[in-house]
Every structure is written in C-alpha cells, then in structure tokens.
C-alpha cells in the first residue's frame, strides 16, 4: 500500500507538467491527458524498480527515439 501512496503522491505533483507540456507541443486538451494518463501508466508499471534501489521517484526512462510519438514523419511525396 505505500507504492500506491507514493505512487500517487508522485503523479499528483506531475499531472498538471505533463499536460500542459503536450498542450505545448501541439496536442488538444483531451489529447495531453490520454498523453498524461498513458505516461504515468507506463511509469507505474517500472515504479517498484525505480523505488527499490533507494531512489523515490527516480526512473530510467526508455530512449525516446524508439516510440511511436517520436518517429519521424513520413515524407511527403508530390
């Protein structure tokens, strides 16, 4: 129960950054907070890992070049 506490506490105080930083970078609203929820869940799911190590709410985050939100476009052709 106190992973869930910590854990809470941890996304509380990071809700609103995650947000308005998908806003920032183009996303509507409703958008940055699937972004938001989809990113808090990915953290929660290695939460353990980061905390067990003695580092609260350190967490070794995956190379952003091999996800999906951060490939390159397609290029446009004619």
């Known amino acids: 129960m106190e992973r869930d506490a910590d854990f809470a506490a941890y996304a509380a105080g990071r809700w609103t ?5 998908a806003v920032l970078l183009g996303c509507s ?3 940055a907070e699937v972004l ?3 990113t808090l869940l990915k953290a929660w799911s290695s939460w353990g890992r ?3 190590c003695g580092r609260p709410g350190r967490l070794r985050l995956p190379d952003p070049g091999q996800h999906a939100l951060h490939q390159p476009p397609a290029p446009v052709v004619g």
């Open 17 to 21: 950054s995650l947000v308005r930083s």
């Open 29 to 31: 609203h409703a958008d």
């Open 36 to 38: 938001a929820q989809a």
């Open 50 to 52: 980061g905390t067990a």
